[in-house]
């Protein structure tokens, strides 16, 4: 999965302020932001526990830390959509995707998943169209707007305590 991953999403690390600072330069620069009456955005997040933070107060996850980051420029951002459940793979993520109730776009996107199709063995073969399929509905769910859909490369779970004595050599 890792040469997969090299070669197909190229995975960089970015500290949530980093995020954050790209975020709001994208919604600086966005065409026709007078379009809005009100400066009104959106963001709708899909995956796992890493993008809600297991064990963490909702108000202290990344999806919405990141939103109050941004209010600080600027106040119409609205409260997060959040798509996502600890231990999801992404065939899970996609069942849950077809059951929700979506608005008609969104502003952002951000999309973390795959960490435990691979934690649960599962081949790289089986993730990658996955990820793909949930990659496009992602653009799709952007209006369109590739720049606007962040993607968020799986964390190593094997450094956490959990995996000490869990397959950290797998």
């Given at each position: 999965?890792?040469?997969?991953?090299?070669?197909?999403?190229?995975?960089?690390?970015?500290?949530?302020?980093?995020?954050?600072?790209?975020?709001?330069?994208?919604?600086?620069?966005?065409?026709?932001?007078?379009?809005?009456?009100?400066?009104?955005?959106?963001?709708?997040?899909?995956?796992?526990?890493?993008?809600?933070?297991?064990?963490?107060?909702?108000?202290?996850?990344?999806?919405?830390?990141?939103?109050?980051?941004?209010?600080?420029?600027?106040?119409?951002?609205?409260?997060p959509e959040i798509v996502a459940r600890t231990g999801w793979t992404t065939d899970e993520l996609q069942s849950a995707i077809n059951m929700h109730s979506f608005k008609d776009s969104y502003d952002f996107v951000t999309l973390l998943i795959g960490v435990n199709n691979q934690y649960?063995?599962?081949?790289?073969?089986?993730?990658?169209?996955?990820?793909?399929?949930?990659?496009?509905?992602?653009?799709?769910?952007?209006?369109?707007?590739?720049?606007?859909?962040?993607?968020?490369?799986?964390?190593?779970?094997?450094?956490?305590?959990?995996?000490?004595?869990?397959?950290?050599?797998?």
């Amino acid at each position: 999965m890792n040469s997969f991953l090299r070669k197909r999403i190229y995975p960089r690390l970015f500290s949530l302020t980093g995020f954050v600072s790209g975020l709001a330069f994208l919604l600086i620069f966005t065409n026709n932001p007078s379009s809005r009456k009100m400066s009104s955005y959106t963001l709708l997040c899909l995956g796992d526990s890493y993008m809600i933070g297991e064990m963490v107060s909702p108000s202290l996850n990344f999806p919405n830390q990141t939103v109050e980051l941004l209010r600080k420029s600027n106040p119409g951002f609205e409260d997060p959509e959040i798509v996502a459940r600890t231990g999801w793979t992404t065939d899970e993520l996609q069942s849950a995707i077809n059951m929700h109730s979506f608005k008609d776009s969104y502003d952002f996107v951000t999309l973390l998943i795959g960490v435990n199709n691979q934690y649960r063995g599962r081949s790289v073969e089986e993730y990658a169209p996955q990820f793909e399929s949930l990659l496009q509905q992602a653009i799709r769910f952007a209006h369109g707007k590739t720049k606007h859909v962040i993607v968020i490369s799986i964390p190593d779970w094997g450094i956490t305590p959990f995996a000490l004595n869990n397959g950290r050599d797998k």
